[in-house]
């Protein structure tokens, strides 16, 4: 396999278990640190996380990222520093940059467990104000393409972000293949929620990851069916 397709199989993800808190971090975060695994091209975090029902990150402050969350099952009660107050229930999309500072907390005040992505991508832009975005996407509208659900590209009906960058999710049907043309300058990460899928030959099925540099396109082909997300980002040193 070449190292400008890079795969990693789920069973070599980070896990942390908090008890309230059981995640996979796929980047160097919190207490876990591999001077290898820091980030890709301007992608800086990807966490994969579910957190008990009664429980959540209390206030805490960022800066200098974009900051998004992609609920899967379940729902969050964010609040922050902007004066917003907002639920962010499975389906949605949560676009927070953090610009200059900023302060949040996040619980999950439901009766289920919440199973969320959250995504840091570096800004274009140091020093921004701090601003918020957020829009629902049903599963129909992500059958079979490639949706874009957060984009700094100026991409139609995307949740906006100040990066070079966007945040795409599909719904693959078993059978069907799908292509997304890139150039080679670019950094292509993609992480398989759920099923079995070949991209540019390689195959991966849930929870592995693939990270793609100096490919000018991606085949997709569901063996079954596949949720997947893939993030499309600049190169950074």
């Known amino acids: 396999m070449s190292n400008t397709f890079r795969i990693i199989r789920a069973d070599r993800r980070h896990f942390s278990d908090e008890g309230w808190l059981k995640t996979y971090w ?6 876990y640190y591999d001077p290898e695994n820091v980030q890709f091209g301007a992608l800086r975090v990807f966490n994969d996380d579910v957190v008990a029902p009664g ?5 805490h402050t960022h800066q200098e ?3 998004v969350t992609i609920v899967l099952t379940g729902e969050i009660t964010h609040e922050d520093s902007m004066g917003n107050k907002t639920v962010v229930k499975a389906g949605d999309a949560q676009r927070m940059s953090a610009g200059a500072g900023v302060t949040h907390s996040e619980y999950n005040l439901g009766h289920e467990p919440l199973h969320l992505y959250q995504i840091w ?14 829009k629902s996407f049903s599963s129909e509208s992500q059958k079979n393409h490639l949706l874009p659900v957060v984009s700094g590209q100026g991409l139609p009906g995307a949740v906006t972000m100040h990066a070079d960058a966007t945040i795409y999710m599909t719904n693959l049907e078993a059978g069907k293949a ?3 043309k890139t150039n080679e300058s670019r950094c292509m990460f993609v992480y398989v929620t759920a099923g079995d899928v070949d991209i ?3 195959r991966l099925t849930s929870n592995d990851q693939a990270r793609v ?6 085949r ?3 063996h079954d069916d596949t949720t997947l997300v893939l993030i499309d980002v600049p190169a950074k040193d």
Not at 121 to 133: A, M, N, Q, T
């Open 26 to 31: 796929l980047f160097s975060f919190s207490d």
């Open 55 to 59: 429980t959540g990150f209390p206030p």
């Open 65 to 67: 990222f974009e900051i």
């Open 121 to 134: 991508i570096y800004p274009d832009v140091r020093g921004l104000k701090p601003s918020y975005d957020q």
């Open 178 to 180: 799908i292509e997304f």
């Open 200 to 202: 540019n030959g390689e």
């Open 213 to 218: 540099t100096k490919e000018s396109r991606l």
């Open 220 to 222: 997709l082909r569901a």
